[in-house]
């Protein structure tokens, strides 16, 4: 009960979030992180394939080999692809983010894609650690677009 009730306040408060950027900065692209859709998605359809076709179709750059994607999903699993149809594809699947946009990764921002790539260096003393990520901090800087 109380679990069920944290699960209720926290979708409220994400959703009031949500409705706050939109309202306030209504110029920029909603994007949800695909790892926590596909969490979402492993809740009733287990299994590598549907594991598979689900990131398939997350990244896939151009709307057919999405279609493609989302055709096979369908076949192996017809309820997971109703469920996945039910959410917006223009803020999970990257063929649907606007051109403009700074970044086409599909997850969920990239403090996450920095910290699970540093996490290896986090235990280390802070000067180690610092020495260890600014050369690849210059690097990811200075890398062409």
Known sequence: ????????????????????FVDNWPQYEH???CRHLYQNLRKNHPGVIIRDLFWKAAKATYRQA?????NELKEVD???????????????ARHMFKSDGQSDTVLNN????????IVKFRSKPIITMVCIILPFMCIMIHRPM
Do not use: H, P, Y
Request: contains cysteine.
């Open 1 to 20: 009960m109380v679990a069920s009730l944290l699960a209720e306040l926290n979708d409220c408060a994400l959703q009031g979030l949500v409705n706050t």
């Open 31 to 33: 994007r949800i992180c």
């Open 66 to 70: 999405f279609e493609r994607a989302m």
């Open 78 to 92: 017809e309820d997971a692809f109703k469920w996945l149809q039910s959410q917006s594809t223009t803020i999970w």
């Open 110 to 117: 990239m403090c996450e894609s920095f910290n699970s790539t």
